[in-house]
């Protein structure tokens, strides 16, 4: 760390002191030239006696100079250390602030007065600010490292507990096969959550790979529908859609249907057996409105953004349901990666309602709309 000594030359402080000190005595040099020259140097002095006064005036000058030039530069560097102790005292308090910086002190924050120079409160906002955002992604990652770990702590467990129950006790080959598949279906688990984290990693570092075409959102929207008819019925639903066609956006069809079908696969699992999902897709002022309806018990006003947060469930619902708590949070980075959006919006009455929005670049004006029920 440099040096802090108000009189380091490689400080702010000494440097300014010092140049401070050097231009008043550079401005008592230049002033006593321009005296001598135009009150004392004289082309013709005229009488004998006036030349000697003005050779003698010449020479007080002279001593005066020499004598004020050290006076110059020590008042010079001292009243700049004055000046430069008070204007420089809040960069001491910032620097202070990051020197007890540190993991576990994130809630430290840089002291600014009101009336503090508009220069160093601006640097003061800025560092408040990035520490804000500093400390929320760091208490993120501790929320997210911890919720992992349990999440992959669970069904390891299992595995290795199954294993190590086969490996001790003689089992025919009807148990074996029933161990094995046990393991296998904890093991896909793993699998899963292992495959949503790298997504959701990928989308942090920007590094989904995005391929930018135009996407009809009515076409991915049946088609996605049409896959999910099949576990709906399984499970009592009725699977309702509603889309306009020849909506068109840019960006991944891939994507896109990633999307969707875990907006649906959410709606599908807090809906219970014989309640509605509904699909729909319209064009909106500029934009393409994709929202899933479910029959759920809803999602409470003061939870509607942290469902967007990694491996959050609400309590009302945790325990009754599987999953990760992955499946929105991912489906928002995806959208937000295709230039749109995903909202939780109010609904009157029981369920949920999940938007997403993407920029329309064009349509078929009129389009047809198309509607099923399954």
């Excluded at 007065?113 to 993120?140: I, K, W, Y």
């Excluded at 790298?198 to 076409?219: E, F, H, N, P």
């Excluded at 069809?253 to 014989?274: D, H, Y």
Aim: proline share 5%; hydrophobic share 45%.
């Amino acid at each position: 760390m440099p040096p802090r000594s108000s009189l380091s030359p490689r400080s702010l402080r000494g440097r300014l002191a010092l140049w401070f000190g050097v231009v008043v005595a550079v401005v008592l040099v230049g002033y006593s030239v321009v005296v001598y020259a135009f009150a004392v140097v004289e082309p013709d002095h005229g009488e004998p006696g006036e030349a000697a006064e003005a050779e003698e005036a010449g020479e007080r000058l002279v001593f005066a100079l020499l004598a004020a030039l050290p006076l110059a530069l020590v008042v010079g560097v001292g009243g700049a250390l004055l000046i430069t102790r008070h204007g420089l005292a809040p960069l001491d308090e910032i620097v202070d602030v990051a020197d007890r910086l540190g993991v576990k002190r994130l809630d430290l924050r840089v002291p600014f007065s009101a009336d503090a120079p508009a220069e160093v409160a601006q640097l003061g906002l800025a560092m408040n600010t990035m520490l804000d955002r500093l400390e929320s992604s760091v208490s993120g990652l501790h929320r997210f490292t911890a919720d992992a770990a349990h999440e992959l702590r669970t069904p390891l467990s299992r595995v290795i507990g199954g294993l190590e129950t086969s490996l001790r006790h003689p089992r025919d080959v009807q148990e074996l096969r029933a161990a094995i598949g046990e393991a296998l279906e904890d093991t896909q688990h793993l699998a899963r959550l292992v495959e949503a984290l790298l997504t959701l990693s990928r989308a942090d570092a920007g590094g989904l790979s995005i391929t930018t075409g135009v996407v009809d959102v009515g076409a991915v929207v049946q088609e996605v529908v049409e896959s999910w008819r099949g576990p709906a019925m399984a499970r009592g639903l009725v699977l309702d859609v509603d889309v306009d066609t020849g909506l068109c956006v840019a960006g991944d069809a891939l994507w896109l249907a990633r999307v969707i079908t875990n907006l649906i696969e959410n709606a599908c699992k807090f809906t219970p057996s014989g309640g509605h999902v509904r699909v729909a897709a319209h064009a909106g002022a500029d934009d393409v409105v994709v929202s899933v309806d479910d029959d759920g018990p809803g999602i409470a006003v003061e939870e509607r953004e942290r469902v967007f947060e990694r491996f959050f469930r609400s309590t009302a619902v945790r325990g009754s349901t599987e999953g990760f708590g992955l499946g929105l949070p991912l489906a928002r980075d995806i959208a937000r990666a295709l230039g749109g959006d995903l909202v939780v919006e109010g609904r009157a009455g029981k369920g949920a309602r999940l938007v997403l929005r993407l920029h329309l670049i064009g349509a078929r004006p009129g389009g047809p709309s198309s509607r099923a029920a399954g």
